[in-house]
T-cell receptor
Framework: KAGVTQTPRYLIKTRGQQVTLSCSPI?????VSWYQQTPGQGLQFLFE???????NKGNFPGRFSGRQFSNSRSEMNVSTLELGDSALYLC????????????????FGSGTRLTVV | GENVEQHPSTLSVQEGDSAVIKCTYS??????FPWYKQELGKRPQLIID?????GEKKDQRIAVTLNKTAKHFSLHITETQPEDSAVYFC???????????FGRGTSLIVHP
């Protein structure tokens, strides 16, 4: 069973540019969540998509957006990049169809390391 | 919303010692508490979890305890080994949620 696949693994962008990251969930998983991880800040929740709809959203500016396709693959976009956006961006997938079912199957991808220069 | 506090942020032990990481949560409706281990340069991976109807769960050298009254839960690692060195994240999840709330992580360093 394939895991969660994130592409690309590494990105270097300059300030002001925009970037799109991709996440393919485990087959059958319909929920995809995105996190920003920086040293000392832990895992900061960006948003979650389920069946092509944003179901949950964290406290990030509107420059951060995402979408989910009918095959459950998800993309995250960051516009007008700032130096502070440099981070590891992780996505996690889960079945997501019943609340309170815990994080069973809440599986992370290996992440995309974004560096803004 | 839920808030999860995790301590300590860094924990240094000698090989063979025990390590304990503690988390507190704010939402009394939380009923599921997973722990993730993230080795350097790798993805976080679930290592153990516990539900609110259980007070303790063990898996070989790791165990998790839960005190619902005090709203805290802990990860215990016995006979630590250098390969236990990693960042450990606790999380809490309530019945009506689809998303776990994570603590800020604990960097565990096991010295040979």
């Amino acid at each position: 069973k394939a895991g969660v696949t994130q592409t690309p693994r590494y990105l270097i962008k300059t300030r002001g540019q925009q970037v799109t990251l991709s996440c393919s969930p485990i087959s059958g998983h319909r929920s995809v969540s995105w996190y920003q991880q920086t040293p000392g800040q832990g895992l900061q929740f960006l948003f979650e998509y389920f069946s092509e709809t944003q179901r949950n959203k964290g406290n990030f500016p509107g420059r951060f957006s995402g979408r989910q396709f009918s095959n459950s693959r998800s993309e995250m976009n960051v516009s007008t990049l700032e130096l502070g956006d440099s981070a590891l961006y992780l996505c996690a997938s889960s079945l997501g169809d019943l609340p309170g079912q815990g994080a069973e199957g809440y599986t992370f991808g290996s992440g995309t390391r974004l560096t803004v220069v | 919303g839920e808030n999860v506090e995790q301590h300590p942020s860094t924990l240094s032990v000698q090989e063979g010692d025990s390590a304990v990481i503690k988390c507190t949560y704010s939402d009394s409706a939380s009923n599921y508490f997973p722990w993730y281990k993230q080795e350097l340069g790798k993805r976080p991976q679930l290592i153990i979890d516990i539900r609110s109807n259980v007070g303790e769960k063990k898996d070989q050298r790791i165990a998790v305890t839960l005190n619902k009254t005090a709203k805290h839960f802990s990860l215990h690692i016995t006979e630590t080994q250098p390969e236990d060195s990693a960042v450990y994240f606790c999380a809490a999840m309530r019945g009506g949620s689809y998303i776990p709330t994570f603590g800020r992580g604990t960097s565990l360093i096991v010295h040979p």
